[in-house]
Nanobody
Framework: QVQLVESGGGLVQPGGSLRLSCAAS????????MGWYRQAPGKERELVAT???????KYANSVKGRLTISRDNAKNTVYLQMNSLKPEDTAVYYC?????????WGRGTQVTVSS
């Protein structure tokens, strides 16, 4: 059973930065795709960024140029570097990974952008 555990969330002022981490209990090199979703209060969960096993990243238009996804297979960890944060980035951020036909999810980490 693969487990994904997020960390790095917190409270940050507008314009600030955070780095989220997603640590897997096993090797992530086998995952086809890993990524991050987020869900703000009263809104649907939305895709933020993905990265393939070939290190090809994709981003939602709302975060392009501000968020960067990366993966470290040696550490079995996926990162989301978040810069120039805005209040509308406030949400619970969830890590996920696709392995074959299965999707695995973390429990989420709260990011709050507020002055």
């Amino acid at each position: 059973q693969v487990q994904l555990v997020e960390s790095g969330g917190g409270l940050v002022q507008p314009g600030g930065s955070l780095r989220l981490s997603c640590a897997a209990s096993g090797s992530i090199s086998s995952f086809n795709t890993m990524g991050w979703y987020r869900q703000a209060p009263g809104k649907e969960r939305e895709l933020v960024a993905t990265i393939t096993s070939g290190d090809s990243p994709k981003y939602a238009n709302s975060v392009k140029g501000r968020l960067t996804i990366s993966r470290d297979n040696a550490k079995n960890t996926v990162y989301l570097q978040m810069n120039s944060l805005k209040p509308e980035d406030t949400a619970v951020y969830y890590c996920y990974g696709t392995l074959g036909v299965y999707n695995y999810w973390g429990r989420g980490t709260q990011v709050t952008v507020s002055s």
